[in-house]
């Protein structure tokens, strides 16, 4: 019997966040089909004990356990294509992380990924955009986003709608809570301590923001979306700053009984609430923006929900990432021509050989900004510089991208020209053999595409890509003499040849 996964094409998402463990199956249209959600003291370990406690991983195994259950009784293997489990990025800084990790797998044969920096950033990006098409005049103004999580604050700054700038600031929930937990003062100024010690970390924050006319700010996060009904109380999103900082008050001065019984909460939420909105409403106040936004959705079925859309189908997002790719390769004042060309060749190529190499969506986003970048390190010296190329990607920010993306992309930019990949090759060497092989697969793919541009002359004008059992064939358009570009392929076509076991071929077709 086929299993139900496949008849009704279900996608199955887990997140072990912070506070509580969340699962959701949905159809192929995005229907619901079950969600749960189970608390945990993940986040209060980390940030106290700097470890997960013996009884918070039982707790975390036995939860996760249930889920599996009800995954098999669906029909669904935990390792199909189409489960998705994410931990929350500050397992990261949890000594014991790897034993996490790994009594997962053996006890519930599950493989958790953690979520990082990039995919975070993908993530909050998404559901602004979201915000700013609900309310398209946001698509005029000037917007902040801000994202308080656990252990840091993520701003993603909008001018009319596109991008201008991300930051991640150490300005966190878990973190502000174990400060307030591990100093002494009185009870009675609760609200004065932690407002202080929030506004203590703010001073880059501000820094960054003070000179931009912002003229709205979005407040996303797990805890606030949850309590905004309360907050705002209306059909609307919006409220001013003045109700915000009244609201945040009345809230810091309650007691976790309180909190519990006000907004109908377990006590680890209870816990996260007071921090969170004193982080967000400080950051409203310290740059003085008067109208806030509060999304009414669900944060945690849309988180979800999103961990299931790829780069490909996220488009306005990898149209951010290679802009910021291209901002980058100006400053570097790359030949832009000749990138914009070999981009486009090196798209071709990937979209014509997918069933060849079975790369998927982030790949083709890698090496997208690879050929935007892979000339770069012109601006140091020309001499060696797919070195220098690598050395400013990896010591650079890209839009959503982590710093092992980053890395990635470095790597296949150095690779573009001369020696293929080596064992012995720094940073290259430190990757494990998956890793390997996909900088091997994309880079190869790169040198094709820079080798038919090989004298800068962004021609021919059509590609045509057809393989034969033996041979990838390539058939240049409008062009009577390819001898330039079949010479630099013999030096740059090596590492396709040696992955794919094909001889390529350039035939000129007028």
Not at 437 to 458: C, E, W
Request: charged content about 20%.
């Amino acid at each position: 019997m086929e299993p139900l996964l496949n008849k009704l094409k279900l996608n199955a998402a887990i997140h072990i966040g912070a506070s509580s463990i969340s699962f959701l199956i949905t159809n192929e249209d995005g229907e619901q089909i079950e969600y749960l959600e189970k608390s945990t003291s993940l986040a209060h370990d980390i940030f106290s004990k700097r470890e997960i406690s013996k009884s918070t991983i039982k707790d975390c195994v036995s939860i996760l356990a249930g889920y599996n259950a009800i995954l098999k009784e669906l029909g669904i293997n935990p390792q199909h294509r189409n489960v998705r489990i994410v931990t929350t990025n500050i397992l990261s800084e949890a000594s014991n992380k790897d034993i996490f990790i790994n009594r997962l797998q053996i006890t519930c044969g599950i493989s958790a990924e953690v979520l990082g920096d990039g995919e975070m950033t993908r993530l909050i990006y998404m559901k602004t955009r979201r915000r700013l098409l609900e309310a398209p005049e946001m698509m005029e103004h000037n917007t902040l986003v801000l994202h308080a999580g656990p252990g840091n604050t993520r701003t993603l700054y909008f001018k009319k709608g596109k991008i201008e700038s991300y930051k991640s600031y150490r300005i966190g929930i878990y973190r502000a809570k174990e400060e307030l937990l591990n100093s002494s003062y009185d009870e009675t100024d609760t609200n004065q301590f932690l407002y202080n010690h929030i506004n203590s970390q703010l001073d880059t924050l501000i820094a960054d923001f003070a000179d931009q006319n912002i003229q709205d700010i979005i407040f996303i996060g797990y805890e606030l979306q949850l309590i905004q009904p309360h907050i705002i109380n209306s059909k609307k999103t919006n409220c001013t700053l003045t109700k915000i900082k009244k609201i945040s008050d009345s809230i810091i001065n309650m007691d976790e009984d309180d909190v519990v019984s006000h907004f109908n909460v377990d006590y680890h939420t209870a816990a996260a609430i007071p921090p969170a909105i004193a982080i967000n409403t400080s950051i409203a106040v310290a740059l003085g923006i008067q109208k806030i936004t509060i999304p009414s959705n669900d944060y945690e079925k849309e988180l979800l929900q999103d961990i299931h859309l790829s780069y490909e189908s996220s488009a306005s997002f990898t149209e951010e990432v290679t802009a910021s790719a291209w901002a980058l390769a100006q400053k570097c004042k790359v030949n832009k021509k000749h990138a914009k060309h070999v981009t486009s060749n090196a798209t071709l190529i990937f979209k014509n050989l997918q069933e060849l190499h079975q790369l998927d969506p982030k790949a083709l986003l890698m090496l997208q900004c690879a050929a935007i970048l892979h000339e770069c390190g012109g601006f140091i010296s020309d001499s060696s510089h797919h070195k220098h190329s690598q050395y400013i990607i990896q010591h650079s920010d890209i839009f959503g991208l982590s710093q092992t993306d980053i890395k990635i992309i470095a790597l296949i930019a150095r690779y573009h020209r001369n020696s293929p990949p080596k064992a012995s090759h720094p940073i290259y060497r430190d990757l494990d053999n998956t890793q390997q092989i996909y900088v091997s697969k994309i880079a190869s793919l790169l040198r094709i595409a820079d080798a038919l541009d090989r004298n800068h002359a962004q021609l021919p004008n059509k590609i045509e890509i057809k393989l034969s059992p033996s041979s990838l064939n390539i058939h240049l358009h409008g062009v009577t003499d390819a001898t330039v570009e079949r010479i630099a392929m013999k030096s740059k076509g090596n590492l396709f040849q040696n992955i794919f076991g094909l001889d390529i071929h350039i035939i000129e077709e007028i």
